[in-house]
């Protein structure tokens, strides 16, 4: 494991996870029971083959 060999600042600290952002999943529209839904791409062929289903 990475071990910093200096305590990093507060600031830099809060720079440095400020600039950090989560990335939405790529939405895939799939059509079930004649609905469309927008679907994690990731997911869409487990939603066509009917593994899972959308909620709502």
């Known amino acids: 494991m990475a071990v910093p060999k200096r305590k990093m600042s507060r600031g830099n600290t809060r720079h440095r996870r400020a ?5 939405t999943a790529p939405l895939a529209p799939i059509t079930v029971d004649g609905a469309t839904r927008l679907v994690p791409q990731r997911l869409a062929k487990a939603y066509e083959r009917g593994s899972l289903r959308p909620e709502g």
């Open 19 to 23: 600039r950090w952002k989560a990335a």
